[in-house]
């Protein structure tokens, strides 16, 4: 045969021009000369079809490739209709997803300055499995069953919440009124994280705020923001991560676009969190009278102020050092619970992290324990010197979190202060990190003239929604009295006698607590008033020192979803 005479060079450019994966097969079993051609272990041909479909994994044999590209393919080309993620078939669809979404962007080079911005095969492949199944059509989709879902299929939908949110893939909503509970309920019931140490992110309760804004953005008769959202330019839509995922420290983007939502009367809060899910009719209060219908938010990294100590007692804002410390050392595991104190109750801290009230209980044994005869006896000097506990460093700024401010425009302009930091891997998939913010808005009187078109005004951190008992006389009778004609004060480091650590909140701040998705370019969470319930004892519908404010105390009235994409 003539391919047995030609140079195996020869042959792998002939294959080179094979369009379909059968007829790579078909010119693979011709004869020997095409086996080796294209099987060889010195072969190119499996490194140049992986790098067609996929991302180029770099330090991978040609070897590797082959198997790895044969199994996605043989995955690609089967259809996968997806119910709760726990049969063979929608395993395997879950698992690529998976591997699809991690490798992504594998042969960028972040060195390498380009104008153009990188593109991924991945990311094409993603996309057309999303046309080619139903998995974002599954969010909350009524099943006949009562099993739960698994939690890779909804770690990956609300992954692709950019696509979820893209009015040309005509993914329908359901379970609104489920997601509609959900994201007005306490924190307590669902809180951000499931655990104490911030290590598991709750990611049924986002994929509800994702759900409820999906429903709002892409609903034509319903949807407060549907109108507004189909007006927005291609660049001002949510959109797919731009760069690899990678786990730890990263500073997310500028520029971003997004709205919140909330029940106008207090006593539809109480009546939503008591009945079921649809049984009665809730409407929805989203400001659309903003930039585009949406809300504007610019973030300064560059320029952090002095973190108050009131914004933290309500925040939580920085990592707690065992957080901090695992996640340099990722091979550590916390503590089984059995070795916790349970005696108290657990409490939320911030919105909606659980931990415990009481301090770690001691272990040091008051008397010798009684130990069988083939376990040796710890030393006499082991109960009188236990080992030492060296508690964990504090957590530094820029380091183990990214202190940041920010500017925007609501129904009026406003600043926030807040932090950045990484979370653990998520079922895989790194590049998680929680973000919390204070949002305040400046005074009426001292708000300067802003157009929807105009920046929002320099972000200076504004005392006058704040007291503190430090304050020189002077310096709060010359604030109240004759502020600057730009209408902003200037900031309290550089205001003689200023103490943050003595700041107390007024109304008018807002507090926001949320995650990041990997990428940086989708992030919702849960906002909540500070002062919702103060001066109000526990029992009475609010938080107050009595009933644990700042810490998910009282019933939380003030609360509801936010979700914002990156614009830049």
């Known amino acids: 045969m003539a391919f047995n005479i030609l140079p195996i060079e020869l042959n792998q450019q002939i294959v080179s021009f094979l369009p379909d994966d059968k007829d790579l097969r078909s010119f693979d079993l011709t004869c020997r000369q095409t086996h080796d051609a294209i099987s060889s272990q010195r072969s190119s041909i499996w490194r140049l079809r992986f790098a067609q479909l996929f991302d180029l994994l770099p330090h991978k ?58 593109t991924s095969n991945n990311l094409e492949q993603l996309l057309r499995l999303v046309k080619k199944s139903d998995l974002l059509h599954k969010l909350f989709y009524p099943q006949s069953g009562k099993g739960i879902p698994d939690p890779l299929l909804q770690t990956i ?19 609104y009124h489920i997601s509609q509970k959900a994201v007005y309920s306490h924190p307590k019931d669902c809180p951000l994280f499931l655990d104490q140490h911030m ?40 959109k797919a991560w731009q760069k690899s995922l ?18 106008h009367d207090p006593a539809d809060m109480v009546l939503i969190r008591d009945i079921e899910a649809g049984d009665h009719v809730f409407i929805d209060s989203i400001d659309t009278d903003t930039t585009d219908g949406f809300q504007t938010l610019t973030l300064d990294f560059d320029n952090p102020m002095p973190w108050p100590l009131a914004f933290e007692h309500h925040l939580r804002s920085i990592p707690p050092p065992a957080l901090v410390h695992a996640l340099k050392n990722p091979l550590l595991k916390p503590r089984p619970s059995s070795e916790k104190a349970t005696t108290s109750p657990t409490h939320v801290q911030g919105p909606g992290l659980r931990q415990q009230d009481s301090p770690r209980r001691s272990f040091a044994p008051t ?81 300067p003239s802003t157009t929807a078109t105009s920046p929002p005004p320099a972000n200076p951190f504004n005392p006058s929604f704040f007291s503190s008992s430090s304050l020189s006389s002077s310096t709060s ?28 909140l007024e109304h008018g701040c ?16 849960r906002w909540w008033s500070p002062m919702d319930g103060v001066g109000v004892v526990e029992g009475g519908g609010g938080g107050g020192e009595e009933g644990g404010e700042g810490e998910g105390g009282g019933e939380r009235l003030c609360t509801g979803p936010w979700v914002f994409w990156n614009v830049d």
């Open 199 to 238: 290590r598991v992110v709750n990611v049924e309760f986002l994929l509800h705020i994702a759900n409820f804004f999906k429903y709002h953005i892409t609903h034509k008769d319903e949807g407060i923001l549907n109108y507004d959202f189909e007006l927005l330019s291609h660049d001002k839509k949510p």
């Open 510 to 525: 807002w507090a926001y607590e949320g995650v990041v998705l990997p990428g940086g370019m989708v992030m919702l969470g």
């Open 477 to 504: 009778s010359s604030s109240s009295s004759s502020p600057p004609s730009s209408g902003f004060f200037t900031p309290p480091s550089d205001v003689p006698g200023f103490d943050f650590d003595n700041l107390e």
């Open 246 to 263: 990678e786990q730890g420290l990263s500073k997310p983007g500028s520029k971003w676009m997004g709205s919140y939502a909330y029940l």
């Open 367 to 447: 008397t010798t324990p009684i130990t069988p005869p083939a376990t040796p006896k710890p030393p006499p000097n082991a109960l009188l010197f236990p080992p030492k506990v060296f508690p964990h460093p504090k957590p530094k700024p820029r380091l183990d979190y990214l202190p940041f401010t920010g500017s925007g425009i609501d129904a009026e302009p406003f600043h926030c202060a807040g932090n950045i930091h990484p979370l653990p891997p998520q079922q895989g998939i790194p590049g998680w990190q929680r973000i919390t913010m204070m949002k305040y808005f400046a005074p009426r009187s001292s708000v």
């Open 61 to 118: 044999s040609s070897i590797e490739l082959k198997r790895k590209y044969q199994c996605r393919r043989k995955i690609m080309q089967k259809s996968c209709y997806f119910k709760e993620g726990h049969e063979p078939t929608e395993r395997r669809y879950l698992e690529l997803f998976r591997d699809l979404i991690v490798e992504s962007f594998a042969n960028a080079n972040p060195d390498r300055k380009s104008i153009a911005k990188p």
């Open 157 to 175: 939908q609300l992954l692709l919440t950019h696509w979820s949110l893209d009015l040309s893939l005509y993914c329908p909503t359901y379970g």
